[in-house]
T-cell receptor, first 109, second 118 residues
Framework: SQQGEEDPQALSIQEGENATMNCSYK?????LQWYRQNSGRGLVHLIL?????REKHSGRLRVTLDTSKKSSSLLITASRAADTASYFC?????????FGQGTTLQVKP | DGGITQSPKYLFRKEGQNVTLSCEQN?????MYWYRQDPGQGLRLIYY???????QKGDIAEGYSVSREKKESFPLTVTSAQKNPTAFYLC?????????????????FGDGTRLSIL
Protein backbone atom coordinates (compact mmCIF):
# COMPACT_ATOMS: atom_id res chain seq x y z
CA SER A 1 0.00 0.00 0.00
CA GLN A 2 1.06 3.61 -0.27
CA GLN A 3 1.06 5.10 3.19
CA GLY A 4 0.13 8.69 3.64
CA GLU A 5 2.71 11.11 4.87
CA GLU A 6 2.20 13.48 7.74
CA ASP A 7 4.14 16.49 8.79
CA PRO A 8 5.49 17.52 11.06
CA GLN A 9 6.46 14.20 12.62
CA ALA A 10 6.59 15.91 16.00
CA LEU A 11 5.15 19.16 17.28
CA SER A 12 5.59 20.82 20.66
CA ILE A 13 3.51 23.84 21.67
CA GLN A 14 2.33 25.68 24.75
CA GLU A 15 -1.15 25.27 26.14
CA GLY A 16 -3.54 27.70 24.50
CA GLU A 17 -1.71 27.77 21.18
CA ASN A 18 -3.08 26.27 17.97
CA ALA A 19 -1.64 23.09 16.49
CA THR A 20 -1.70 22.32 12.77
CA MET A 21 -0.88 18.93 11.29
CA ASN A 22 -0.78 18.02 7.62
CA CYS A 23 -1.40 14.81 5.75
CA SER A 24 -0.53 14.09 2.13
CA TYR A 25 -1.47 11.03 0.13
CA LYS A 26 -0.73 9.61 -3.30
CA UNK A 27 -3.88 7.87 -4.49
CA UNK A 28 -7.41 9.17 -4.91
CA UNK A 29 -9.66 8.79 -1.88
CA UNK A 30 -13.38 8.67 -1.06
CA UNK A 31 -12.89 10.24 2.33
CA LEU A 32 -10.25 11.09 4.87
CA GLN A 33 -10.47 10.46 8.59
CA TRP A 34 -8.40 11.75 11.47
CA TYR A 35 -7.67 9.67 14.56
CA ARG A 36 -6.00 10.30 17.86
CA GLN A 37 -3.87 7.80 19.79
CA ASN A 38 -2.78 8.21 23.36
CA SER A 39 0.41 6.40 24.27
CA GLY A 40 -0.07 2.63 24.39
CA ARG A 41 -3.78 2.83 23.54
CA GLY A 42 -6.00 2.26 20.56
CA LEU A 43 -7.04 4.94 18.10
CA VAL A 44 -10.04 7.16 18.64
CA HIS A 45 -11.94 8.56 15.68
CA LEU A 46 -12.03 12.37 15.59
CA ILE A 47 -13.57 13.49 12.33
CA LEU A 48 -14.32 12.34 8.78
CA UNK A 49 -14.30 14.56 5.72
CA UNK A 50 -15.65 13.32 2.39
CA UNK A 51 -13.94 13.92 -0.93
CA UNK A 52 -16.63 16.43 -1.97
CA UNK A 53 -16.14 18.51 1.18
CA ARG A 54 -13.47 21.16 1.63
CA GLU A 55 -13.74 21.98 5.32
CA LYS A 56 -15.34 20.53 8.41
CA HIS A 57 -15.52 21.57 12.04
CA SER A 58 -16.05 19.65 15.25
CA GLY A 59 -15.59 21.53 18.50
CA ARG A 60 -11.99 22.75 18.59
CA LEU A 61 -11.10 20.73 15.50
CA ARG A 62 -11.02 22.06 11.98
CA VAL A 63 -10.20 19.80 9.05
CA THR A 64 -9.58 20.85 5.48
CA LEU A 65 -9.24 18.70 2.39
CA ASP A 66 -7.67 19.68 -0.92
CA THR A 67 -8.15 16.81 -3.35
CA SER A 68 -6.22 18.62 -6.10
CA LYS A 69 -3.15 18.69 -3.88
CA LYS A 70 -3.98 15.36 -2.27
CA SER A 71 -3.59 16.83 1.18
CA SER A 72 -5.51 17.47 4.36
CA SER A 73 -4.83 19.47 7.49
CA LEU A 74 -6.04 19.15 11.06
CA LEU A 75 -6.13 22.27 13.20
CA ILE A 76 -6.62 22.03 16.95
CA THR A 77 -7.43 25.42 18.43
CA ALA A 78 -6.78 26.55 22.00
CA SER A 79 -4.80 23.40 22.75
CA ARG A 80 -4.82 21.75 26.16
CA ALA A 81 -2.31 19.50 27.87
CA ALA A 82 -4.84 16.67 27.43
CA ASP A 83 -4.47 17.02 23.64
CA THR A 84 -0.99 15.48 23.94
CA ALA A 85 -1.16 12.40 21.71
CA SER A 86 -0.30 11.11 18.26
CA TYR A 87 -2.62 12.04 15.41
CA PHE A 88 -3.11 9.93 12.30
CA CYS A 89 -4.89 10.46 9.02
CA UNK A 90 -6.61 7.58 7.26
CA UNK A 91 -7.45 7.84 3.60
CA UNK A 92 -9.77 5.29 2.05
CA UNK A 93 -10.98 4.38 -1.38
CA UNK A 94 -12.49 1.26 -2.84
CA UNK A 95 -10.73 -1.65 -1.21
CA UNK A 96 -7.85 0.31 0.31
CA UNK A 97 -7.14 1.84 3.68
CA UNK A 98 -4.06 4.01 3.95
CA PHE A 99 -2.81 5.34 7.28
CA GLY A 100 -0.36 8.17 7.62
CA GLN A 101 2.65 7.72 9.87
CA GLY A 102 1.36 10.19 12.39
CA THR A 103 2.23 13.45 14.08
CA THR A 104 3.17 13.37 17.74
CA LEU A 105 1.82 16.44 19.51
CA GLN A 106 3.06 17.58 22.90
CA VAL A 107 1.15 20.37 24.61
CA LYS A 108 3.06 21.86 27.50
CA PRO A 109 1.04 23.21 30.44
CA ASP B 1 -21.15 -0.12 27.23
CA GLY B 2 -20.30 -1.43 23.80
CA GLY B 3 -16.75 -1.70 22.67
CA ILE B 4 -13.86 -3.81 21.49
CA THR B 5 -11.83 -5.93 23.86
CA GLN B 6 -8.37 -7.16 23.01
CA SER B 7 -6.54 -9.65 25.15
CA PRO B 8 -4.02 -10.12 26.48
CA LYS B 9 -2.57 -6.62 26.81
CA TYR B 10 0.98 -8.02 26.79
CA LEU B 11 2.09 -11.27 25.17
CA PHE B 12 5.42 -12.98 24.89
CA ARG B 13 6.33 -15.53 22.27
CA LYS B 14 9.15 -18.00 22.11
CA GLU B 15 10.96 -18.68 18.88
CA GLY B 16 9.04 -21.12 16.68
CA GLN B 17 5.82 -20.72 18.60
CA ASN B 18 2.42 -19.67 17.31
CA VAL B 19 0.40 -17.25 19.42
CA THR B 20 -3.20 -16.11 19.12
CA LEU B 21 -4.44 -12.63 19.91
CA SER B 22 -8.06 -12.23 20.87
CA CYS B 23 -10.44 -9.55 19.62
CA GLU B 24 -14.08 -9.42 20.69
CA GLN B 25 -16.66 -6.73 19.92
CA ASN B 26 -20.20 -6.21 21.15
CA UNK B 27 -20.99 -3.33 18.81
CA UNK B 28 -22.82 -5.57 16.32
CA UNK B 29 -20.38 -4.47 13.62
CA UNK B 30 -20.02 -6.48 10.44
CA UNK B 31 -16.49 -5.43 9.53
CA MET B 32 -13.41 -6.18 11.59
CA TYR B 33 -9.74 -5.42 11.00
CA TRP B 34 -6.29 -6.27 12.31
CA TYR B 35 -3.45 -3.78 12.15
CA ARG B 36 0.19 -3.86 13.10
CA GLN B 37 1.93 -0.77 14.48
CA ASP B 38 5.70 -0.50 14.83
CA PRO B 39 7.34 2.17 17.03
CA GLY B 40 6.89 5.65 15.61
CA GLN B 41 4.96 4.32 12.64
CA GLY B 42 1.44 4.36 11.33
CA LEU B 43 -0.81 1.34 11.08
CA ARG B 44 -0.49 -1.37 8.46
CA LEU B 45 -3.41 -3.61 7.61
CA ILE B 46 -2.87 -7.34 8.19
CA TYR B 47 -6.31 -8.87 7.53
CA TYR B 48 -9.88 -7.69 7.38
CA UNK B 49 -13.27 -9.35 7.41
CA UNK B 50 -16.51 -7.92 6.08
CA UNK B 51 -18.77 -10.78 7.18
CA UNK B 52 -18.73 -14.02 9.13
CA UNK B 53 -16.73 -16.82 7.47
CA UNK B 54 -15.07 -14.41 5.06
CA UNK B 55 -11.79 -12.51 5.33
CA GLN B 56 -9.28 -10.89 3.04
CA LYS B 57 -5.54 -10.30 3.18
CA GLY B 58 -4.32 -6.81 3.83
CA ASP B 59 -0.93 -5.39 2.97
CA ILE B 60 1.22 -7.51 5.31
CA ALA B 61 -0.62 -10.82 5.73
CA GLU B 62 2.41 -13.10 5.41
CA GLY B 63 3.06 -15.00 8.65
CA TYR B 64 -0.42 -14.31 10.03
CA SER B 65 -3.73 -16.13 9.94
CA VAL B 66 -7.27 -15.25 11.05
CA SER B 67 -10.70 -16.78 11.41
CA ARG B 68 -14.19 -15.29 11.58
CA GLU B 69 -16.52 -17.97 12.88
CA LYS B 70 -18.65 -15.52 14.85
CA LYS B 71 -19.63 -11.94 14.17
CA GLU B 72 -18.26 -10.86 17.55
CA SER B 73 -14.85 -12.47 17.30
CA PHE B 74 -11.86 -12.07 14.98
CA PRO B 75 -8.77 -13.78 16.46
CA LEU B 76 -5.35 -13.26 14.91
CA THR B 77 -2.67 -15.97 15.00
CA VAL B 78 0.92 -14.90 14.64
CA THR B 79 2.68 -17.93 13.24
CA SER B 80 6.31 -18.98 13.48
CA ALA B 81 6.61 -17.92 9.84
CA GLN B 82 6.39 -14.29 10.93
CA LYS B 83 10.07 -13.53 11.46
CA ASN B 84 9.68 -10.13 13.06
CA PRO B 85 6.51 -10.32 15.15
CA THR B 86 7.45 -7.80 17.84
CA ALA B 87 4.91 -5.00 17.47
CA PHE B 88 1.74 -3.45 18.81
CA TYR B 89 -1.35 -5.14 17.34
CA LEU B 90 -4.63 -3.29 17.05
CA CYS B 91 -8.06 -4.66 16.26
CA UNK B 92 -10.87 -2.48 14.90
CA UNK B 93 -14.44 -2.78 13.71
CA UNK B 94 -16.88 -0.73 11.68
CA UNK B 95 -20.55 -0.92 10.81
CA UNK B 96 -21.46 -1.94 7.29
CA UNK B 97 -20.33 -4.85 5.22
CA UNK B 98 -18.88 -4.49 1.77
CA UNK B 99 -16.56 -2.02 0.12
CA UNK B 100 -16.64 0.87 -0.37
CA UNK B 101 -19.24 1.52 2.34
CA UNK B 102 -17.08 -0.01 5.07
CA UNK B 103 -14.26 2.34 4.22
CA UNK B 104 -16.56 5.33 4.66
CA UNK B 105 -17.31 4.59 8.27
CA UNK B 106 -15.30 5.38 11.39
CA UNK B 107 -13.40 2.51 12.87
CA UNK B 108 -13.62 1.64 16.54
CA PHE B 109 -10.39 0.36 18.04
CA GLY B 110 -9.45 -1.86 20.92
CA ASP B 111 -6.59 -0.94 23.24
CA GLY B 112 -4.13 -3.25 21.56
CA THR B 113 -1.87 -6.18 22.38
CA ARG B 114 1.86 -5.69 22.65
CA LEU B 115 3.71 -8.79 21.44
CA SER B 116 7.35 -9.40 22.26
CA ILE B 117 9.80 -12.19 21.53
CA LEU B 118 11.55 -13.98 24.36
Amino acid sequence: SQQGEEDPQALSIQEGENATMNCSYKTSINNLQWYRQNSGRGLVHLILIRSNEREKHSGRLRVTLDTSKKSSSLLITASRAADTASYFCLGSNTGKLIFGQGTTLQVKP
Amino acid sequence: DGGITQSPKYLFRKEGQNVTLSCEQNLNHDAMYWYRQDPGQGLRLIYYSQIVNDFQKGDIAEGYSVSREKKESFPLTVTSAQKNPTAFYLCASSIPRGWPRASNQPQHFGDGTRLSIL
